[in-house]
Every structure is written in C-alpha cells, then in structure tokens.
C-alpha cells in the first residue's frame, strides 16, 4: 500500500510542479516591459552618460 501511495503521489507533484512554472513563466513575460528606457532614447537618437544626463548623439 506505501508503494503505490508513493507511485500514486510522484505524478500529481510533477504535475503540480510544471503548472507552477508555467504560471510563473506566464507571469514573468507579462510583467517584462518590451521596449526599454534605452531602446525609446536610441529612437530619439539620445543616450544617458555616465552621470546619468540624457544627452544627444552628435552627428558629425
């Protein structure tokens, strides 16, 4: 009886284990922003230095 208790108990954990990580995946995506800060100052052909001033790419 322990042994298939134990069989019986091995597939609803793995069970339980992948849907948890699933909706943990399924969380992260939707929580990730797609376009960053970065990508919307390349867009408007700015940068942050290294002091953390927004500045202008000269163009020469």
Known sequence: ?????????????YFFYTRLTDVRNKK????VDIE??????LQK????????KIRE???Y
């Open 1 to 13: 009886m322990k042994k298939l208790k134990f069989f019986l108990l091995i597939p609803f954990i």
């Open 36 to 41: 960053s800060e970065e990508d919307v100052l």
């Open 45 to 52: 052909n700015l940068y942050r230095d290294s002091n953390g």
């Open 28 to 31: 992260l995506v939707d929580s």
């Open 57 to 59: 790419f000269i163009n």
